[in-house]
């Protein structure tokens, strides 16, 4: 069925000129974009998009990092988004993603991944309502 899933452009990528890439990338892939914006996570707001993963070793350098930087957010739509895009994003680590993967193709190491994804059609619709109101998407 046809559905949505939500998506960041992370700031190691818009820092290394991906923004265009990545996005051609989704397009061809067949993901349709419904809402896109270029902006910028204060710590707080990384915090707060990333408070399931709070008590992980690796949160205060998550919230650092995503906070480093503009980002680019976005929905998608394509038939079963949530785990086609993950498909299409590859492995969290950058070293284990597929050949042809956007991770494999921009991303540097686990936490500088380039990309977000999420993973569940419920969180898919939390994610992109943190970011986007009812005008800010089709
Ligand atoms: P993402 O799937 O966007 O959401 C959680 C993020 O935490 C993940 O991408 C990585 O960027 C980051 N992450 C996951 N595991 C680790 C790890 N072991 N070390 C550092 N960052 C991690």
Not at 2 to 10: G, L, Q, Y
Not at 82 to 103: L, Q, S, Y
């Amino acid at each position: 069925k046809t559905n949505r899933t939500f998506t960041m452009i992370k700031p190691d990528a818009v820092a290394n000129g991906h923004i265009g890439g990545i996005l051609d990338h989704i397009t061809k892939a067949g993901f349709k974009i419904v809402a896109l914006k270029y902006t910028a996570l204060t710590p707080a707001k990384a915090g707060e998009f990333y408070a399931v993963h709070s008590e992980r070793g690796f949160f205060a350098d998550l919230v650092d990092f995503m906070s480093s930087g503009p980002i680019v957010a976005a929905i998608l739509e394509k038939e079963n988004a949530v785990a086609d895009f993950r498909t299409v994003i590859g492995a969290t680590d950058p070293a284990k993603a597929e050949p042809g993967t956007i991770r494999n193709l921009f991303a540097k190491s686990i936490e500088a991944n380039a990309v977000h994804g999420s993973d569940s059609d419920e969180n898919a619709e939390i994610e992109g309502n943190f970011f986007f109101s009812a005008f800010e998407r089709y």
